[in-house]
């Protein structure tokens, strides 16, 4: 990408001759090998491609010489094996052939018969629908080590005769519009194949058969006990093992580049498919699964000196292919019983080639009620609606591949690659940050306005002009000019002031066009939002995931509130209303450049750079503590911040939390100075332990570098955001929650600033008044009836917070957990309690008693009636003849025992318990392998509030009257 700006004359090459080794990925897009990947001898998911450039210096003379004399030189390639292509010329383009190219050729030697010319299909290269492009020349090799001439069969795909290398002349640009004008230096660019050199090197027909593959192909067996790799290819390869050796090799080498350079499975399909396809065949081919875990320790082995960032991340892409594994395993699981369902009743979907994803069940149920809906509306589709395939894109997370499957299994046609574009350029609009703003003022229309007229773009360096004395942030306002204003979809750049009536219309406008000066009727009033465009700004606009800042903008004796910014190619919209001061309507007459001074919110803006500069910080930190975690989003607001990030393997538990907020703490108190800088695209490849987006493209030059170097935790991101100059600003940080957003996919929520330490003074207070429960508990201090609203009290502090400060996430986690604790602790007390006062109230009962039994009911109980055992209480007295009664507000329940002796047909526990049964409409029972006759009781039953004291006295009386009229002899004494 760096030598794109070189090219194009942006950029200053790193020096006027290179040679490199560039890793390559062809699995999507213009270059897609994916579906020849194991199928022939040379074509690679990844592979390393060797280059020489020129950038301004040497051109096509010495170029092919080079390439000539290396191969047939040190390389010693026999020349009757080489051939060479040149471009043929294209009317289209308008461009002739690359005569000058053949003629160098043939000065080199190479014969006539040997030098083919190509059309610009394959002999003109392009980097894209624009940028830099040119001519190429290609050496292609033949394998067969015929005599007779092969030229025939140059370029026709043959496994034994390929292309080795591609040299191109850059000497064109094309540009948007379409036409190629030459470049204003020419240059060269060149790439060879290093494993098809390999392959010739060492005398081999296919770049499997070289030690690049072949330590992977031994791994494979001796994990697996497969038979041995014999280099049969298509319907040679009778049971696919061959074919299954070779591309889960590949696929091993390009997952460990790939997860190496910090690409992530989650954000890119491409690579997921591959990855999956690899576990796939580890597991269908070779019967064994964690292959791809081993043989990234090989890839590592074979390319680690060269590509040492692979020894680094090791650990990382391990875990990464685990979680990924796993995450395939557990799909499979859910995902795949549903779909089995679902391929009974269709049998055509079978075809469906990727079962993996989690929506594929859902989707084609939603396309199969769609097309329904469209069917009955007599509207039967041919093709698959853009809306329905973007739908299953977006909402199911099927990839445009499965998409196309299942279009075809319902007979419509999708256009893959239309989709991919379409979805290109979505991605594209999403990038220009339209977002949710007046469309009227921020829209395509308001940019093409502002183009066509010629109104410069805004100049806004000045945002990051802002100085710090003694702490204290100042954001000097900037004198700026007025371009243009924005209003009902209209260019408005010059204006006259005109109060028409007393309504609250305060500004007339006319609009210019090139000079030409149009009255038109609108007007703009005082609620009419408007655009404001200034050559200057101060104002951030959104960008790396930093809100917008607000302010205003004094125009004249006119002020204007800026309620959001917004940039797009370059404009910055300031986006706001003019102010009614004390009820009077702003009058002015504006002209375009009109002298203004804007001026930013400065606690809005400090309150961004608090969170920007502590996201930073928590993505550092996640990062020290859990290795493969990657940020996927973020959104920085002037009171709190908000993180998204992919896990992958364990999730963060409160603990970790706190360790996070530990170390940034830490660092805050350090007072850490937060360093930008800027470099280019060539100083961003050299940038080690750089935090990069993953699937961000970063321009040429400019990257802004922001740097934290604290002893505990560094953090060196590549960001445009505007930051605090030292930690110290943040002052302290809390995290307040922790949400899990799916699937390896987690979001944190932050607040830095005052607010900070007063979330986290409110969170000690609650944890304070935990611990003086716990103490009252300990000592026995607590008064149990009083205890639950202590509990619940602190609960609602702890959960009701809305009109209060927050409360730090791990404060209110260790909260909850000791609240859990000690009501259990407290339960289990009160129970024990309980149980004495039970027996100290049985006991003074039957040393009173002058009765020789005794009947009791117990004082009403809060807790249930399970944990208060009656059992142990006849026990107490099991020379008497007992009969007791508990019960709390709802329920209540009895037990009765009878000493043996005393037990007879008159009068035994079974009779006794039938006096008070028919008052409880209960059931008695005896415990099992009781007598029934000595020991009974009544159930826990439920009885209404109100009836509970009469029912209660009922049996007590009718209880004893029974238990009078027949124990009769002289008390049994009590234990
Ligand atoms: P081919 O026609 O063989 O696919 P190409 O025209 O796509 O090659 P270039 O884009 O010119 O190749 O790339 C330059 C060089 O990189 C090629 O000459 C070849 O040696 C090597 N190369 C290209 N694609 C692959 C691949 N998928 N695997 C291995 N090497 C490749
Ligand atoms: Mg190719």
Known sequence: ????????????????????????????????????????????????????????????????????????????????????????????????????????????GVSQDRILPFGSQDNFWEMGTTGPCGPCTEIHIDHTMQTSNQASRVNRGHADLTELWNIVFIEYQRLSDGPIVPLPKKHIDTGMGFERLVAVLQGKRSNYDTDLFQPLFDTIKKKTNAPEYQGRFMSADKNGIDTAYRTLADHARMVTIALADGMLPDQNHKLRKVLRKAVDVGEKVFQQSGLLHELSFRVADNLGNVY?????????????????????????????????????????????????????????????????????????????????????????????????????????????NEFNNELNNARQRSKMNFGKVDEEIVSQESLQLLEKNNVPTTDDSAKYSYT?????????????????????????????????????????????????????????????????????????????????????????????????????????????????????????????????????????????????????????????????????????????????????????????????????????????????????????????????????????????????????????????????????????????????????????????????RLARQAGENVKQQIILLEEDINTGNAQFNLLDTRVQDIKRQLMDRTERIPLPYSIKHECVSRLEMLARNSKSQERSAMKESIENELKSIVQSCTLPFVVHCFQPVNVALESVSLQKVTKFCSNTPTLVIAHNKEMVKARCSVPKEMASSEFNAQLWMQTVLPIFKAHGSSPKGQDPLLIQHMKSKRVSDLELKGLVERAVIEATKFAALHVKKSRHQTK
């Not at 990947?37 to 390393?48: A, I, K, L, R, S």
């Not at 209003?487 to 109060?499: A, D, F, P, R």
């Not at 990657?630 to 364990?650: C, I, M, P, T, W």
Request: glycine letters at 8%; proline letters at 4%.
């Open 308 to 416: 040492p960032e692979i020894q680094k991340n090791l650990k990382q892409v391990q875990k990464l292919i685990a979680y990924e594994e796993d995450l395939l395993k557990s799909l499979r699981d859910t995902a795949g019983t549903e779909w089995k369902r679902i391929i009974k009743t269709r049998s055509a979907l079978a075809s469906v080639s990727n079962t993996t994803a989690p929506g594929l069940a859902a989707a084609y149920k939603d396309l199969q009620s769609s097309l329904f809906i469209l069917a009955s509306n007599d509207k039967f589709p041919r093709v698959l609606p853009p809306d329905i395939a973007f739908k299953m894109y977006d909402t199911y997370g099927l990839d445009p591949d499965t998409i196309s499957e299942l279009a075809k299994v319902e007979s419509l046609s999708f256009d893959k």
């Open 468 to 756: 710090v004395t003694d702490k204290v942030y100042y954001f000097p306002p900037v004198n700026c000019k007025l371009l243009g204003m924005i209003v009902g979809g209209k260019l408005i750049s010059e204006t006259q002031s005109h109060v028409i009536d007393d309504s609250q219309s305060i500004i007339e406008a006319t609009v210019m066009h090139s000079g030409n000066i149009v009255e038109i009727d609108s007007i703009i009033d005082a609620n009419a939002t408007v655009g404001l465009i200034l050559d200057k700004t101060p104002f951030y606009s959104p960008e790396g995931g930093q809100g917008s800042d607000v302010g205003q903008i004094q125009v004249k004796n006119v002020i204007f509130d800026v309620k959001e910014v917004r940039k797009i190619c370059n404009y910055v919209f300031h986006i706001g209303k003019f102010i009614v001061q004390d009820g009077i309507k702003p009058e002015a007459e504006l002209h375009v450049g009109d002298e203004c001074v804007a001026t930013i919110n400065e606690k809005t803006r400090l309150g961004l750079m608090r969170h920007h500069t502590s996201t930073h910080l928590i993505n550092a930190a996640l990062h020290k503590i859990l290795p493969a975690t990657g940020q996927r989003g973020s959104n920085v607001a002037k009171d709190s911040l908000d993180l998204q990030f992919s896990v992958f393997g364990e999730k963060l538990s409160p603990k970790d939390i706190e360790t996070v907020e530990t170390l940034i703490n830490k660092s805050i108190n350090a007072d850490v100075a937060v360093k930008t800088r800027t470099i280019d695209a060539l100083g961003l490849t050299s940038e080690e332990n750089i935090t990069l987006v993953p699937g961000e493209v970063y321009p040429d030059t400019g990257i802004r570098i922001v740097e934290i170097i604290g002893q505990d935790l560094q953090s060196i991101e590549a960001c445009c955001g505007t930051h605090v100059q030292n930690t110290g600003a943040l002052e302290h940080l809390c995290i307040l929650k922790v949400k899990s957003l799916g699937t390896g996919s987690q979001s944190i929520r932050a607040i830095a600033g005052p607010i900070a």
């Open 1 to 108: 990408m760096y030598f794109k700006g070189v090219f194009l004359g942006h950029l200053n090459p790193p020096a006027k001759r290179v040679a490199n080794s560039q890793k390559c990925i062809r699995i999507g897009g213009k270059h897609n090998d994916l579906d020849a990947v194991g199928q022939d001898t040379y074509h690679h998911t990844f592979f390393e491609m060797l280059g020489n450039w020129s950038f301004g210096d040497y051109f096509k003379e010495e170029a092919c010489e080079f390439a000539w004399k290396l191969l047939t030189g040190p390389y010693g390639i026999n020349e009757n094996r080489l051939y060479v292509t040149y471009f043929a010329g294209d009317e289209k383009m308008g461009l002739k052939p690359d005569l000058e190219c053949k003629d160098i050729w043939l000065r080199l």
